[in-house]
């Protein structure tokens, strides 16, 4: 999904920075995911499921997909 997310916002080509491992507790270092998912954190699409986590593998509702969407493409 951050992949979807931030490509779709900053075009196909898009490659986040290098994660630094210091915004989700759950989210280790060398993860596939790692630098794209702290890279929603600092765009401002998501922030976390709570507690310092973002919960990669909880499955996302419909209502969050939403929300991530509007976010991502500054929908009113």
């Not at 920075?17 to 702290?38: C, K, Q, R, Y």
């Not at 509702?61 to 009113?76: G, S």
Request: aromatic share 12%; with cysteine; proline share 8%.
């Amino acid at each position: 999904m951050s992949i979807f997310l931030l490509r779709g916002k900053f075009g196909s080509a898009y490659t986040p920075p290098t994660a630094t491992g210091t915004i989700f507790s759950d989210v280790p270092l060398g993860s596939f995911a790692d630098a794209w998912i702290e890279q929603l954190a600092i765009t401002g699409i998501t922030t976390g499921c709570g507690n310092g986590n973002y919960c990669p593998d909880a499955p996302v509702t419909r209502a969050e997909m939403a929300v991530f969407l509007v976010k991502t493409f500054n929908l009113p």
